[in-house]
């Protein structure tokens, strides 16, 4: 099967404005998973998707029932000797608050100076676009795949997953797989491509303190109530230490360390200026002593991802709130069990609760850390097919996000695993802005098939 | 002139219907003062206030230009000898949110159980209208006042009476008055009344600490970027100490002691179970090691009114948001500088800021505290009011909260100062279901009428 560079390229090229069209239509499905007014638009973009499969010579399913439904697609026209590789995505989005930073409406996708604008632009539409507009392509004009393909498109990736961790154990048999591509994450430069061999876990949580049973009046009661927006601030800032170290016991323990030859083989060395040009942050945060990536790829967190308590309006309101509530997630390496990471959170909180406080912690979501040996097939197919594209060698990386759902996969399928995608530092995934290269769309488009003819040994 | 209780109690009950049909009608007016949306509700309110005692026989004008407008009447009958009291109150209130947790929407009064619930009810619609009434229904029915009334109703209170305080130095002549009664606070409990000989001062700022210039990916960048959320928990956790000391270098500094006398004068005793019971909040906050009355009249707090910062929504989201912030208030003591408390703060508050954080800290407002002799004839006077209206005996107390405008009006005035009034701590003020009771505003109308009876000697 013809699956060289050159003729990947004529494919696309052959269909670039349909391929924009489909692309900007996928875009502008208000598809927030975590609102539950956007139900039915989460709906209708998971109709969207299956449809697009199914036209190409996809076998498609809806999983229903459990939550936002999942697209399941496969190919198996290679037959039962040939090996399977599983794609991961996600057609779900992030909110879009606070919209009056936006430039452009978050789901009327405009080009900008070569990079498209709209939520979801890069996460996770504009990855999933272009892996299953590739393989749908190859399917339609070569009449077939190289080997077996199957995909998995869910609708609550940004929520934790939770349909498709219910799912995963009872589909077992249909999502088995050799080779299990995620392909929801990026890389530093795309003059130096990576490819990821694994994730950090997550664990979620929200806080809430409950002071009086009412708001109180500042002066009448202030110097005796108790306010809970201090006993917020009070709790979170003894969970950190002043060398950026977590002081919750036990947070640490049973971290894996990293081999010196798998550490040798990672795209270390990012500069503390890179990190303010690539990331628009300069590394004051995490661990004092520390190398960035060793912050990012190695290390947990614990971070406070929303405070909220009293009067944030205009002006100002003398109140002593009823309560106030934090957001809080923590980042996890290999050997961090998040279900244990929840517990001791928990209980560190609870057990620090100032006097006269009611304490509420709910646990939100969580997923386990992953990471894949750099020699394995997958790495390697991968490497070889970012190479191809970028006609420049390619390195493995290590990722700092989490995709919850990954290790539920790993386990369902069976699959080596790899993690891969065109995002960059600056495309405010999860912001204000979010935006992704038209570029970037066909080299995406390039690599997934050079990386199904590198897997299926057809390269 | 036949000002006795039982003349008074007639004359209240003859008017009774009408009497909270008026009052219901000043309820109606959503006039908000902090929020820019209701300008136009705030001046009709005005204009409601202004018609109201000019109809009685009040000269009336309405000073405009600087702010919401602030109404002056003045009745000069009792001719130049005759000593001058001056009242104020204002009509502006809070806002209203969390507005789910009202049980009747808040500008649309509604009695139940005999407490009239709507914004404003008590603070301060409710003893501005017994006063206005009460004053008004004497000079309409005994054709004078025994003595010389002004009253100054102002539209800021609620955001630091920002026109009255630019006015009152060039209405000096006009607002000059023996005596100065703030109707503006309340009590304890009606069956052991007080009236207030002071009140404390305070101090507002907003605090917003900026990190990168965009919300970032806490998984992409957790670990290396400084979260704005935890450097304003570190931040504000550093102002107070364990023992619930300001920790502000300077900040104690001046503070005058009450004399053993006066405080001997002072409604003190308060039990931890009276707190909860009166208030809805045990007496954990505040320093440690002083009584309830000491905490709330005698000393200085730095309390936290609003924390905001990254996503509060439902769900989570993986963000570290870009900037997070607070709304800050200090309640100042006699001895403390409001300027010089402001100057500290900003001062604290920027020397700890967290490293690679961009801080703004913005004085919002400010009013001295203000105490006045417990034997002044003021007090003497509204205390034997108090005492007719009650039956029993009346006691002096402070107050905790702050009038910013009362050291402005009193040094205008020059007139000796009182705070008086039916509020009670479990009437939701500043909060969701505000009420005051419908006997309490019979009780206020009596209670103006004897102290100005007893004030001009004709008691």
């Known amino acids: 099967m013809d699956l060289t560079l050159r003729s990947l390229e004529s494919m696309f090229e052959d269909q670039r ?3 924009f069209e489909r692309y900007f239509q996928l875009l502008r499905f208000p598809s927030v998973s975590t609102e539950p007014h956007y139900a039915a638009d989460v709906e209708r973009c998971s109709h969207w998707v299956a449809e697009f499969l199914q036209s190409a010579g996809f076998t498609v399913e809806r999983w229903t029932g459990a939550g936002h439904p999942i697209v399941f697609a496969s190919w198996a026209g290679a037959g039962p000797a040939a090996k399977t590789a599983l794609f991961y995505g996600h057609y779900d989005v992030q909110p879009v608050d606070p919209l009056e930073l936006w430039q452009s409406p978050p789901f009327e996708p405009e080009i900008r100076a070569g990079e498209v604008y709209a939520r979801g632009a890069q996460d996770n539409k504009g990855q999933l676009f272009y892996t299953m507009s590739a393989l749908c392509s190859i399917l339609k004009h070569r009449g077939a795949l190289p080997m077996n393909v199957k995909m998995i498109i869910e609708g609550e990736e940004e929520s934790s997953s939770a349909a498709l961790k219910k799912m995963l154990p009872e589909k077992r048999d249909q999502v088995r797989a050799d080779y299990l591509a995620v392909v929801d994450v990026g890389m530093k430069s795309l003059a130096r491509p990576w490819v990821g061999v694994g994730v950090r876990g997550i664990a979620a949580f929200e806080l809430v303190l409950h002071g009086s049973d009412h708001d109180l009046h500042s002066g009448m ?6 306010n809970p927006n201090r006993a917020l601030v009070e709790l979170l800032a003894k969970a950190v230490d002043e060398n ?3 002081t919750i016991p036990g947070f640490y ?3 894996e360390e990293l081999p010196p030859a798998d550490r040798a083989q990672l795209c270390m060395g990012t500069t503390a200026d890179e990190s303010l040009k690539l990331l628009g942050v300069a590394p004051f945060g995490g661990e004092s002593g ?3 990536e060793e912050r990012v790829w190695l290390r947990p967190t614990f971070e406070i991802n929303g405070l909220n308590g009293g009067y944030t309006g205009d002006g100002f309101k003398t109140v002593i709130p009823a309560r106030a509530s934090a957001k809080i997630s923590c980042r996890l390496v290999p050997g961090q069990d998040p279900i244990r990471i929840q517990e001791l959170v ?6 620090h609760c100032p006097k006269s406080m009611t304490i509420e912690v709910r646990k939100l979501g969580s997923g386990s850390a992953l990471r894949t040996h750099p020699n394995a097939p997958i790495v390697k197919a991968a490497v070889a097919a970012f190479s191809d ?3 420049t060698s390619c390195g493995v990386a290590l990722e700092g996000g989490s995709i919850p759902i990954s290790l539920d996969l790993s386990e369902a399928s069976g699959g080596e695993i790899v993690f891969f995608g065109y995002g960059l530092g600056d495309d405010q995934i999860h912001a204000p802005n979010e935006h992704f290269g038209v570029d970037r769309m066909r080299r995406g488009f390039l690599t997934v098939g050079r990386f199904l003819a590198h897997l299926a040994g057809s390269a």
């Open 17 to 19: 404005e349909s391929f």
């Open 221 to 226: 009661v202030g110097g005796i109530a108790y």
């Open 244 to 246: 950026g170290r977590v």
């Open 253 to 255: 323990d049973g971290i």
């Open 290 to 292: 520390l190398s960035i």
């Open 346 to 351: 928990c209980k560190f909180l609870e057990a």
């Open 389 to 391: 594209v970028a006609g």
